[in-house]
């Protein structure tokens, strides 16, 4: 039996295409502590509605730095603690926050990105932001490394 070198490579060919076409999707890359140190995202959209913020009023942000601490403003009081990263999924455990008292605006972001920040939520991160989703919540920062 002779085989051509066009039939030995489809026969070749075939058990790996259909192997890509099979494939689920769960590529994703593993984000790891690296991925998140030491950058700065603003937060701009909450339930993919985009914040508004007044005149004076300081931007929701979220800082990671070495060994995954994470810090920041929540829309009026500030925060700390440290970050975890499981499975691409991130939370802040035991966050300490400031205790003023806001404008209720104000306090409604910062109601949401506490209770989606001190829970799991999953993480997708891009060259230009940073989006964590939990059941109830989706919060999508901006990254914002080099303002002054």
């Not at 039996?1 to 060919?13: F, P």
């Not at 109601?111 to 939520?121: G, H, K, Q, Y």
């Amino acid at each position: 039996m002779k085989l051509s070198l066009k039939t030995l490579v489809a026969a070749i060919s075939l058990p790996v295409l259909m192997t890509a076409c099979a494939s689920n999707g769960d590529n994703v890359k593993e984000i790891t502590a690296q991925d998140l140190q030491h950058h700065n995202w603003e937060l701009i959209q909450i339930d993919g509605k985009n914040i508004t913020l007044e005149e004076g009023q300081t931007a929701p942000r979220l800082e990671v730095g070495e060994n995954l601490t994470a810090n920041g403003n929540a829309g009026c009081n500030n925060f700390f603690g440290q970050a975890e990263l499981k499975d691409n999924q991130l939370r802040i455990a035991k966050m300490g926050m400031t205790m003023k008292m806001c404008m209720d605006d104000q306090m409604q972001i910062e109601r949401v990105m506490a209770d989606t920040l001190t829970n799991w939520s999953d993480m997708t991160l891009t060259n230009q932001g940073l989006v964590l989703k939990n059941a109830d919540h989706e919060l999508t920062f901006k990254l914002r490394d080099w303002v002054n």
